[in-house]
């Protein structure tokens, strides 16, 4: 497969208090959005990772099926609701993971009112980047730094250990 752009994206993340953090995007005027995990582990003030999974997956369907429409075939398909549904599954090391997540998409016209309409639902999930990527796995690298900057742990992705 070759590589003709790589875009890069970021974030940062601050603990505030027991599993509660505090993430900053690098897009100028996005507000800031607070994370936390459910009770009794957290206090719930946030969604969780899990939960920003199936809205990233569900938001990049959605985005991707009204691109199609309005922007490929010039069509007005209303206003587009995504409802995600996540399920957890222990794996066999007894660890909770993301077992399938399942998205519903409504469009507000009825089917074959608008042209081309068939087309989009046959491409649509290719042009979703984050539901592709989440389909085939996506490689991690994680780097654990102490308080003086030493790296204290480190795992290669698959892609950087090729």
Sequence with gaps: M?????????MELEQQEGFEFRVRFDWPDVPELVLDEPEPLGKGRGPNAARLVGAAVANCLAASLVFCLKT???QNPGPVRAMASGRLEKNEHGRYRIAGIDVVLSLAESFGDMPHQG????QFEDFCVVTESVRRGIPVAVTVVDALG???HETASAATSE
């Design 150 to 152: 030493k790296v204290v």
């Design 72 to 74: 490929k075939f010039r």
């Design 119 to 122: 087309r989009c639902l046959e």
């Design 2 to 10: 070759a590589k003709s752009e790589i875009h890069t994206f970021g």
